[in-house]
């Protein structure tokens, strides 16, 4: 949490509070966590071993984006941004799409993408797949929260390519909700439509291109004990 100029982290094991210490900026990339936009036109960058932190300047489109999704991509060692507002005015015009990494700095990747690259929005679901080589995106709110998007796209961090999944029914499209990915289905729960936030959970095959509202579990490994 930051208050009052000074970073504060909370331990669950000790049940305690404690004042992060502003060190040197920090070098590498390993562990390190990334916030955009979480100072006035810069992004933090925290080291949570050594309780320390910098910040990175922000491009100056997204100088202030709010409403965006980050996510890292082991395949690319980069930090993915995508969605989000644009500029002082809050646009919602264009989709804003970012990657992110100390050696690279801010690389916009709206020239390098290729396929259906989906609509604006903000809100929205972003989380890797499949070891981070795919990036998957989904739903969100159009401009100025008009409508909910139902689609979900696929990116393909090699060759950065798009691929439109099936698009989900009205009554389980959602933005705001959690998301993560797990033998090959993403799984979606929360978030809101309108008004009240939904209690449902949704489930996308990633191999079948299909929706459903189950999760199928990994078999499990035949056991070798012959007794």
Not at 81 to 102: C, H, V
């Amino acid at each position: 949490m930051y208050a009052g100029g000074l970073l504060h982290g909370y331990n669950f094991i000790t049940s305690t509070w404690s004042t992060l210490v502003l060190q040197q900026p920090i070098s590498g990339q390993t562990g390190l966590m990334y916030f955009p936009n979480f100072f006035e036109g810069s992004m933090m960058r925290l080291n949570p071993t050594t309780k320390s932190h910098d910040s990175v300047p922000m491009p100056t489109p997204l100088i202030p984006s709010r409403q965006f999704s980050v996510a890292w991509s082991a395949s690319l060692q980069k930090m993915l941004f995508i969605g989000g507002t644009t500029g002082a005015a809050e646009q919602l015009d264009r989709l804003n799409m970012y990657s992110y990494n100390t050696k690279d700095g801010w690389v916009d990747l709206a020239q390098v993408v290729k396929g259906p690259v989906p609509a604006a929005r903000s809100f929205a679901c972003f989380v890797p797949a499949s070891g981070g080589s795919k990036m998957i995106v989904f739903g969100g709110f159009t401009k100025g929260r008009a409508s909910v998007l139902p689609d979900i796209y696929i990116l393909d961090v090699a060759t950065m390519t798009w691929t439109k999944g099936a698009n989900l029914g009205l009554k389980d499209q959602r933005a705001e909700a959690a998301c993560a990915v797990s033998n090959d289905q993403f799984i979606s729960w929360g978030g809101r439509a309108t008004g009240e936030p939904l209690n449902s959970t949704i489930v996308y095959n990633i191999k079948t291109n299909q929706w459903t509202s189950a999760y199928t579990a990994a078999a499990l490994p035949t056991s070798t004990y012959d007794g």
